[in-house]
């Protein structure tokens, strides 16, 4: 017999039978011929065509060695040309390849886990699927344990996470305000990543690592703890008002940042804006020196601290008037205070001023004093700063004085008479002749209230006789003095 080029022989039984096995047939139409030998003489040819058909289980499978690293491994077989070859099939990580014309077949199988991996091989034809062939594949872990330091910049309320893990992994960050961070492992096997505007107080990281869908269980803790922070304070008094006992404090601080300056008056506070300089007028506070001291403080951190020391003027130590000279309105004033300060007595819009001595006293005349009760004010000054006020009332009396008046000159030529007297200063004289007309006078403000005037009007020939009386200067009358001139 001969196939294929191959020849087969058999021999014929005594019942005239015979049998062959032919081997390597392939699927489909298979030619074979047949001739009969015997004692020399050959047959004609028969031929005959044995069709082989494709079954099921025709197929093989084999693996090659695991790619650890990678978790995949190559597998290849033979099968019925056209056929689909299902590995895995109905799992999440199901791979079909098809058999080519050659009978080959060739597919990549990934996502295996670390240990032995079962992969079940079928053949479907015609809508059939065969039984499977079940390879077994062992994969080495090649993953590196996970590692992680949190290295924290306070200033910036940030942290930057760096560590080591399996190349090609994907390292996932949870903070524990619930913020997720993610980054890819290098092929160095390094990782890092960065938290920023992290709160106040401590942030846990809850790391781990994934390698291809795999989360490992050797994930990793880390944590920082931001505390407050608070910049340099300055302070410094710029303006003092004794008068008030108030100074300004000015400085520069941290934008945000409370200022509190303490003294004698207990607290005062401010926020420092976003320029960084604040300013607040700290009042109530007592006479001569004290001390303050000013502190910020944000989210529970405070800065330096800064001393320093205000100075309120007190007033005056003393103030008296030492005389009143009411007649020419002059009040001479002394007093003591602090030396080398000045001192400043005003009445209305009027102020002069004094200088203490080195022995503490001082003295000031003040002019133009007018009758009555005139309200001084007395102040101790240094520059434009001025303690508080002293009142120091004083009041300029006119003396009174008893009114007298008689006749003193006359002049016949001109019919007019001189009087002289004494009288309450600034009262008013009239003369008041028999006709009825009144010549008047005001006595000078003197301490003698001493007055004199001609009465030029009214006068006759003969014998005249005048009324002369006071009027003071709230308008009572004085009783009359009558007096006598003859003119020719």
Same mark, same amino acid.
């Given at each position: ?168 992994? @994907?390292?996932?960050? $949870?903070?524990?305000?619930?913020? #997720?961070? +993610?980054? &890819? !492992?290098? *092929?160095? %096997?390094?990782? =890092? ?32 703890? @931001?505390?407050?922070? $608070?910049?340099?304070?300055?302070? #410094?008094? +710029?303006? &003092? !008002?004794? *008068?008030? %006992?108030?100074? =300004? ?54 800065? =330096? ?184």
């Amino acid at each position: 017999m001969t196939f294929e080029g191959r020849k087969y022989t058999a021999s014929v039984q005594e019942d005239g039978t015979w049998t062959r096995e032919l081997t390597n047939l392939k699927r489909g139409a298979n030619a074979v011929s047949a001739i009969q030998v015997i004692y020399g003489n050959t047959s004609d040819p028969v031929a005959t065509t044995i069709t082989l058909k494709a079954m099921l289980e025709d197929f093989t499978a084999k693996a090659a060695a695991a790619n650890d690293a990678a978790r995949t491994v190559e597998v290849s077989g033979t099968g019925v040309p056209g056929a689909t070859i299902h590995l895995r099939p109905g799992s999440a990580n199901a791979t079909t390849t098809v058999v080519d014309a050659a009978g080959n077949w060739r597919a990549t199988v990934s996502n295996l886990i670390v240990g032995e991996n079962i992969i079940p091989v079928h053949q479907e034809l015609d809508g059939k699927m065969s039984a499977p062939k079940n390879l077994y594949v062992s994969v080495v872990s090649t993953n590196r344990p996970l590692t992680g330091t949190a290295t924290l910049n306070n200033a910036a309320r940030s942290a930057a996470l760096v560590g080591t893990a399996t190349p090609g992994s @994907v390292i996932s960050v $949870v903070l524990s305000n619930g913020t #997720k961070l +993610s980054t &890819t !492992t290098t *092929a160095a %096997g390094n990782w =890092n990543t960065s938290a920023t505007n992290l709160p106040l107080g401590v942030t846990v990281f809850s790391v781990t690592q994934t390698v291809g869908t795999e989360t490992l269980n050797d994930g990793i803790t880390l944590q920082v703890e @931001v505390k407050a922070t $608070v910049g340099k304070l300055t302070a #410094k008094i +710029s303006s &003092t !008002t004794s *008068a008030t %006992g108030t100074v =300004n404090v000015t400085g520069t601080g941290t934008a945000g940042a409370t200022v509190t300056v303490s003294g004698p008056a207990g607290d005062k506070t401010v926020v420092v804006p976003a320029n960084g300089n604040w300013s607040l007028d700290y009042s109530g506070l007592p006479d001569e020196a004290s001390t303050l001291v000013a502190i910020q403080r944000l989210e529970g951190a405070e800065s =330096n601290t800064v001393d320093f020391s205000a100075f309120i003027i007190p007033p005056v130590t003393s103030a008296k008037v030492d005389r009143i000279a009411s007649m020419a309105g002059t009040v001479y004033f002394s007093g003591t205070g602090i030396p080398g300060y000045a001192v400043r007595v005003t009445l209305g819009d009027k102020t002069i001023g004094s200088i203490v001595g080195a022995d503490g006293t001082w003295t000031r005349q003040f002019n133009d004093v007018p009758m009555g009760t005139n309200d001084f004010t007395i102040v101790q000054a240094k520059g434009t700063d001025i303690s508080r006020a002293t009142a120091l009332p004083v009041e300029l009396t006119i003396p009174t004085i008893p009114f007298t008046a008689k006749l003193w000159q006359y002049s016949n030529s001109t019919l007019q008479a001189r009087y002289t007297g004494t009288a309450t200063p600034g009262s008013v004289i009239t003369v008041t002749t028999e006709d009825g007309t009144k010549n008047t006078t005001t006595v000078p403000m003197t301490a003698t209230g001493a007055w004199n005037f001609w009465a030029t009007s009214g006068y006759k020939s003969g014998k005249n006789t005048v009324t002369i009386t006071e009027t003071t200067a709230d308008g009572v009358e004085s009783a009359p003095i009558y007096s006598t001139v003859t003119f020719p």
